[in-house]
């Protein structure tokens, strides 16, 4: 599914994509300019949705503003193929394969993607972007511990104050490890992260010196995606302007 003209940015540029293999058992969806060498590589990490069309339409506009961008499967050992509807079934599904996944496996499949991505032409050593949605907004922060990784945008990555995949100390005890910038954004009517998640992420953003969470007015989970019921075009489009500057800024 492409974004709708008007709600998002226009891209800069045509645009060629498709599967890769980056290693045994391992391939992501690759969108790259097709008229010039990209300007830097971003990792797109979806929900627990898979990598569907929506999640694609991600990288391949970031591709059309001059990125390489690479949508990693999040759960590459138990669905490497996953592409799920947004309904109730999908998300049953989806969670099942979240709750099999470990830091260690996710963190494992992030560096073989940044040896991958600094492998391509142009890109040699190159620093890394990186953007998540859902859980794939949580995963973002353990994606962003990583020192290739210099710019980070969590869109309503939630129970990130109370869960690490697979056990241990909640994702956002990892803040300290962050070197590079962060974003984190959520609705404020996000069901999935109430107002003790918000504060937590408040507190722990401020104390790592990362600017504070950003809410978008009326907004509730998954604004930014236009296949799901909680789609909300002005804040989607401001996310889109946030993730953008973000990218130029820093890589």
């Known amino acids: 599914m492409s974004p709708s003209p008007g709600v998002f940015p226009a891209p800069a540029g045509p645009v060629q994509a498709g599967w890769q293999e980056l290693a045994p058992q391992l391939r992501g969806w690759w969108a790259l300019p097709a008229d010039r060498t990209p300007r830097a590589a971003v990792l797109v990490l979806p929900e627990v949705f898979g990598v569907n069309g929506w ?61 991958w991505l600094q492998a391509q032409p142009g890109l040699d050593r190159r620093p890394i972007g990186c953007v998540g949605f859902c859980f794939g907004g949580h995963l973002a922060l353990l ?73 978008a007015e009326a907004a509730g989970h998954g604004f930014m995606c236009e296949a799901r019921a909680d789609f909300h075009p002005a804040a989607a489009a401001e996310g889109w302007s946030q993730l953008l500057a973000l990218f130029a800024q820093q890589l």
């Open 143 to 215: 994606a962003a511990t990583q020192p290739e990784v210099v710019a980070t945008c969590d869109f309503y990555g939630a129970r990130v104050s109370t869960d690490r995949p697979g056990g241990g100390l909640p994702t956002l005890a990892v803040l300290p490890q962050i070197g590079g910038a962060l974003l984190c954004i959520c609705g404020d009517q996000d069901p999935l992260m109430p107002p003790d998640e918000r504060a937590a992420i408040r507190e722990a953003l401020a104390a790592s010196g990362q600017p504070p969470l950003i809410l």
């Open 55 to 115: 999640v694609r339409s991600v990288a391949d506009r970031l591709a059309g503003h001059g990125y390489g961008a690479l949508a990693l499967p999040i759960f590459a050992r138990t669905a490497p193929e996953l592409e799920l509807a947004y309904d109730a079934a999908g998300l049953e599904e989806g969670r099942r394969h979240r709750d099999q996944l470990t830091a260690d496996q996710f963190l494992a499949d992030v560096r073989t993607a940044i040896a």
